[in-house]
């Protein structure tokens, strides 16, 4: 599991780099922060990291998911 487990943290790392790189005044959109923070608080529940859920679910609660899906 713990191959599993490294491939989802590689996963966040390559995602955070590459908003990371993003260029002075862009943008990360707010669904695109929507979809990652939910796969990785379902990866995370699934592979039982715990703590790493419970982060994510911070986060998750964070957002605005009515405005974001606002049409």
């Known amino acids: 599991m713990w191959k599993i487990q490294n491939s989802l943290f590689g996963n966040i790392k390559n995602k955070l780099s590459?908003?990371?790189?993003?260029?002075?005044?862009?943008?990360i959109p707010a669904q695109e922060i929507f979809r990652f923070l939910h796969s990785v608080k379902g990866s995370a529940g699934t592979l039982q990291l715990c703590g790493l859920m419970a982060f994510t679910e911070k986060l998750f609660d964070g957002l605005?998911?009515?405005?974001?899906?606002k049409s």
């Open 18 to 27: 590459d908003w990371l790189e993003l260029d002075v005044g862009q943008t």
């Open 64 to 69: 605005d998911e009515e405005r974001l899906f």
